[in-house]
């Protein structure tokens, strides 16, 4: 019998296969993982590196948006629905917030709360369980302020005293012309 004599070279193009299939596995795994930390759309994220310098010093968001409440609560709420693992630095800018502050970071935790329910609802759970463990009397109140459903945004919603077609059609069905020399009702 003759022995086949096997050249290393044609082993070359195999372990460069092994070595791309390994490569495209770890990276695949890494965007998994990062895909599922978020409960907002790509174009709603906050880019990685503002999550980075915010878990490196959470107070530098205090000092950027002093006595800006709602920017406060508006910009932590994106950190958190981008990526849930800023949850992690939340105590740590608590520590170092006014009484306003942490009433605007529970507001904050909510809106985030709120919107992950929906897409991320393991997410949402981890918010609730963060404010419920919390020991601030503040924070919680900033949080139960904060209504259940987020009201629509005011494009899409109507005065409430609106009437779209007051002046030009009356009765109970608004199918009778109206008088155009009536006198208009005043505003309230």
Known sequence: MSEITVK?????????????????????????GTSRAQCVERSERVPQIVLDAFAAEPASLLRQLRSEKEKLS???????????SALRSVPALVRNATQADRAAIGAALRQAEMRCRASKPDAARK??????????????????????????PLMARAPANSRSSAGLMSGEWKTDVADPFAPMPLPQ
């Open 8 to 32: 290393p070279d044609n082993f070359v193009p195999t372990r460069w296969r092994l070595a791309a299939i390994a490569i495209a596995l770890v990276v695949s795994g890494a965007m998994t």
């Open 74 to 84: 508006g910009r932590l709420s994106g950190y958190l629905v981008t990526d849930i």
């Open 127 to 152: 918010i609730g369980d963060f404010v419920g463990k919390s020991s601030d009397s503040a924070v919680r109140s900033g949080y139960s302020a904060e209504p259940d459903d987020p009201p629509p």
